[in-house]
């Protein structure tokens, strides 16, 4: 297994981990567990904190939530979507041993469910 994980965005190359010092901090912030912090990962802010969190150890120009938002920003501007920034967020957690690839799997499963549930209402809508 890699030392962390990569998100290249356009010609800069984020290297990503969460180490203890930055899950303890991170579990501060969001009165919970970083594991249980996971299903609130739709929300900006939170995915902004556990971005900041994998980033401000390895990456010189991440030194606060507010650059961490910048980098969702390039990342969405170079056309990419924030839900899929989700994936690398739970390849980070895998990675930095918080979690097994079982707990990925079932979370991509529920997501794909709920996905389509939402198209199904779309669509009823739009009908």
């Given at each position: 297994?890699?030392?962390?994980?990569?998100?290249n965005i356009g010609e800069k190359e984020y290297r990503l981990?969460?180490?203890?010092?930055?899950?303890?901090?991170?579990?501060?912030k969001l009165n919970c567990?970083?594991?249980?912090?996971?299903?609130?990962?739709?929300?900006?802010?939170?995915?902004?904190?556990?971005?900041?969190a994998a980033a401000?150890?390895?990456?010189?120009?991440?030194k606060t939530e507010g650059d961490a938002l910048a980098?969702?920003?390039e990342y969405t501007m170079q056309g990419n979507k924030v839900e899929d920034l989700y994936d690398v967020i739970l390849s980070v957690m895998e990675n930095s041993?918080?979690?097994?690839q079982e707990a990925i799997?079932?979370?991509?499963?529920?997501?794909?469910?709920?996905q389509e549930k939402l198209m199904?209402?779309?669509?009823?809508?739009?009908?």
């Open positions: 297994m890699k030392p962390y994980i990569v998100l981990r969460i180490p203890a010092t930055s899950a303890i901090e991170l579990e501060d567990s970083v594991v249980d912090g996971m299903n609130r990962l739709c929300e900006i802010r939170v995915l902004a904190k556990y971005f900041y401000k150890q390895l990456n010189d120009d991440v980098v969702i920003d041993g918080y979690i097994k799997d079932m979370s991509k499963k529920i997501t794909a469910q709920m199904e209402k779309q669509s009823a809508l739009l009908s």
